[in-house]
């Protein structure tokens, strides 16, 4: 129903067909909902699909006459007349921010890849002998934007282990009095479990690749 939106049925008509036009040209697959409109101006709906398949309004590119006419915005066209602004919002996740996270948080089941992680890396120390060199490294993976905290608790490692597991951490690194020796740290993963004793360096190129790549994992 014309009464229940705003602006004329004239740029009504040119904001939709410039829409699908811009949809078309980026050969993107959509549906059309006529009578779905916001009453302000048509938009490009974003649904996003959590983790049972269930469709949630997502971002948002909306073509506004609400503002315009509200504010009296305009501008001079080349003939030096008047004409009324036409305005377009671009929402990317408004006011879904809380559901949003809730879709990732189901759709990965808590193990969120590398570059999405709250937290990336868990350094382990085997016992508090080993806390200051854990903290360094500890350090060094900050100094490097990498999410790292230190567990110095009195837990065994196997406690502390079993906690990064259940918290869902990527990387753990572990330290002893041979890593300790040879500044080294063994590595385990999330997924793959130990990975080895590796320089930090090397481990840190690894880390930064996983990021920059954005890799899911599998």
């Known amino acids: 129903n014309k009464k229940n939106y705003i602006g004329s049925e004239e740029n009504w008509k040119k904001a939709e067909e410039t829409l699908r036009a811009v949809l078309k040209k980026k050969k993107l697959k959509f549906k059309e909902g006529p009578g779905e409109a916001k009453f302000y101006g048509p938009a490009i709906d974003i649904k996003l699909l959590d983790a049972l398949g269930r469709p949630w309004q997502g971002p948002t590119i909306q073509v506004d006459f609400n503002f315009p006419e509200k504010f009296d915005l305009n501008y001079i066209d080349e003939h030096g007349k ?3 602004v036409v305005m377009i919002h671009r929402t990317v996740l408004g006011a879904i921010g809380e559901r949003f996270i809730g879709n990732l948080i189901e759709q990965y089941a808590g193990l969120f890849p590398l570059w999405l992680a709250p937290e990336q890396v868990r350094v382990l120390p085997i016992s508090d002998k080993f806390n200051d060199y854990a903290q360094e490294i500890v350090e060094k993976l ?3 934007e990498i999410r790292a905290k230190l567990d110095n608790s ?3 490692l196997g406690k502390k282990i ?3 597991e259940i918290e869902k ?5 572990i330290i002893g009095e041979k890593e300790k020796k040879a500044g080294t740290i063994s590595v385990r993963h999330h997924s793959e479990g130990d990975l080895g004793t590796k320089k930090l360096e090397e481990i840190l190129k690894t880390l930064v690749s996983e990021i920059t790549e954005k890799k899911i994992i599998k």
Request: hydrophobic residues 30%; positive net charge.
């Open 82 to 84: 008047k004409q009324r």
């Open 142 to 144: 900050k100094s490097a």
């Open 154 to 156: 009195n837990e065994s």
């Open 162 to 164: 079993r906690n990064a």
């Open 169 to 173: 951490v990527p990387y753990m690194f």
